[in-house]
């Protein structure tokens, strides 16, 4: 460039000043440019931002509602959780997240990813849950990191806890989180799509008193997106208190007696039908589904042949074996197909026809009347009484009991059973009824199926001389003010009209079976109180000739081809107060496997009452 004339007279300090001065006036322009446009061009957007920056909305999930037995011990809880969520709105490159929270959380990227994009379905000021119930060093990783985290933050909320860990796990069901569907379904509105909802038992029937309301907290936040103070709180509601009628001490006596065996029991109140323990063997772990379980647990209670996410108590249906007995005494008795004192000479086997029956006891029992059949568990007695009787009249009477259909229970989907008829194999087979299939229904074996509940219902309705109460299982539901917002009053299905002198033989009989030398069931006794009870052995394969038996002498049959085991009991005998039904799968013989678990659960009523039990013999 060529200098004006004279410039290069300029003494060199001035010189300078000049060349000085002409930056600070660039610099100094572009500084207002700079200005201008972030004041004008942009201001909105910063203004945005700075709004942002200092205040944060965020939701307050409520606890979910108590839970408590009869007596008001707690059972279901909740629990502090810590989340891991992102504010998508402050989350510029999510990808870039994902990499980075991965090893922090230890969750693979694929799986952040799906979390994201279902949480984007949700309102944006809803934080996405990353990752739940994260332990504390998952917690401390992430705040150490939390400046390379923008939009994430830790989360704490209430989790359903379990006091007693798997205690009546079918009887409380389960949390799952919320399917897409049921978020767009009215009956679940205003839930967040990473709530948890109940998915069975008493979680699922009674959710919309369990679920809360929950708040919202408005804080401020500095640049960093760190909690200064809150500016606005809306608490959360919990949900309500739930009444249960189960007894906690007896439920964990019932289930302890199971040991590690397999199957269900139900013990209730003979006077109005309230349960007083439900249980199914073996159990689930709720608080896995509270956290969220993974696929590999799920396959693995699935792949369970022993079946732990089946509620045996209302969907197992077994032959009940012996334990029908007292049906078949009844109908004979209130027919008058059979006297009080009809009588049978034992002799292990019972012909009809071409065919021929046995008893248990291959010798036989010899002269046998009901007192003996009952007590020593004679099938021949049963087997000229059924013959004798009818199918028609012993279905009729086990209906009258409460057997062969589904009785009420609310808190989750029972089955029905069968009592088969002469009509109902027309229509399932479109073939007659034989005196055959006659013989072997007398007995609890054949086409008769009823659930463990059922089981329950029928012992307390001869114990209480033919009322057939619904069972239930909560008592009331209350708010946290302590008003009652639902409540359950006994109510009576059937008012069967037993004959009292049919009642009372079956009764004694039942009575024999525990407490008179010979009885199957004395194992179930107890001191000071009187326990009537039947036992059971029900096959679950065809029962083998005699030739067969000889020739498998010595073998050990597998587990899935033994005997079921049933027990079925009330007590007082003279003034009944509770029932109780046992089904132990594959135990083999009712006297010995689900007789003691009877005993155990009666020990545990009476013993609160001052009754001591004596020594199991």
């Not at 009877?598 to 609160?608: H, K, N």
């Amino acid at each position: 460039m060529k200098l004006k004339p004279g410039w290069a007279e300029l003494p060199v300090f001035r010189r300078r000043f000049i060349y000085l001065s002409i930056c600070a006036a660039v610099v100094f322009l572009l500084l207002i440019l700079r200005l201008w446009y972030l004041q004008g061009v942009r201001s909105e957007y910063y203004q945005r931002l700075a709004e942002k920056n200092r205040s944060r909305f965020l939701p307050v999930e409520a606890p979910r509602g108590y839970v408590y037995d009869r007596n008001g011990n707690l059972l279901l809880d909740n629990r502090p959780a810590f989340d891991i969520v992102a504010l998508r709105q402050e989350v510029e490159d999510p990808e870039h997240l994902f990499g980075q929270l991965a090893p922090l959380l230890d969750v693979p990227v694929p799986l952040l990813r799906e979390r994201w994009v279902r949480g984007k379905k949700q309102p944006r000021y809803q934080p996405i849950m990353l990752a739940g119930d994260v332990n504390r060093d998952c917690v401390d990783r992430v705040q150490e990191n939390s400046v390379h985290l923008p939009g994430v933050l830790v989360e704490v909320k209430p989790l359903r806890a379990y006091p007693y860990a798997e205690l009546a796990s079918h009887l409380f069901g389960y949390l799952g989180m919320i399917s897409e569907q049921e978020q767009r379904s009215a009956a679940f509105g205003g839930y967040r799509p990473d709530a948890l909802v109940g998915r069975a038992g008493l979680e699922r029937e009674f959710e919309s008193y369990l679920r809360g309301i929950d708040g919202e907290r408005r804080v401020e936040v500095d640049v960093r997106g760190r909690e200064l103070r809150i500016l606005n709180l809306v608490a959360p509601i919990p949900g309500n208190k739930v009444f249960m009628t189960i007894r906690r001490d007896i439920q964990q006596v019932a289930e302890d007696a199971f040991g590690d065996q397999s199957g269900a029991i139900v013990a209730l109140d003979v006077r109005n039908g309230e349960i007083l323990a439900l249980a199914s063997r073996p159990p689930y772990g709720p608080a896995s589904f509270a956290r969220g379980i993974n696929a590999e647990e799920w396959q693995t209670l699935l792949n369970n042949p022993r079946h732990p996410m089946q509620d045996k108590a209302l969907r197992g249906q077994y032959p009940p074996g012996s334990t029908f007995k007292p049906v078949t005494a009844l109908a004979a008795l209130q027919s008058a197909s059979v006297n009080a004192d009809f009588s049978v000479n034992c002799k292990g086997s019972f012909e009809l026809g071409p065919a021929t029956y046995r008893c248990w006891k291959k010798g036989g029992h010899g002269p046998t009347d009901l007192k003996k059949a009952m007590r020593e568990s004679c099938d021949v007695w049963f087997y000229q009484a059924g013959v004798a009787t009818g199918i028609d009249q012993l279905s009729k009477m086990a209906f009258a009991l409460g057997l062969g259909k589904e009785l009420g229970f609310a808190l989750d989907t029972e089955r029905s059973g069968l009592i088969p008829t002469q009509q109902w194999k027309k229509r399932r087979f479109n073939d007659r009824w034989y005196d055959g299939e006659t013989v072997i229904a007398a007995i609890g074996q054949g086409y008769v199926l009823t659930t463990p509940l059922q089981l329950a219902v029928m012992t307390a309705t001869i114990a209480n001389g033919g009322k057939v109460w619904r069972p239930r299982a909560v008592n009331r539901v209350e708010s946290l003010d302590g008003e009652t917002l639902f409540a359950t009053e006994p109510e009576m299905l059937i008012d069967t009209a037993l004959d009292p002198r049919a009642l009372k033989a079956v009764q004694q009989g039942m009575e024999a079976v525990v407490n008179e030398s010979g009885g199957t069931g004395w194992a179930a006794r107890l001191a000071g109180i009187r326990v009537a009870g039947k036992t059971g052995t029900a096959q679950v394969v065809r029962r083998k000739s005699d030739e067969e038996e000889e020739r498998s002498q010595g073998e050990e049959i597998p587990y899935q081809f033994r005997d079921h085991a049933l027990f079925i009991a009330y007590a007082p005998a003279q003034n009944p107060e509770i029932a109780v039904a046992v089904v132990v799968e594959h135990g083999e013989h009712g006297g010995s496997a689900a007789a003691p678990i009877v005993r155990a659960v009666l020990a545990s009523y009476f013993s609160s009452a001052g009754t001591k039990p004596e020594r199991q013999r």
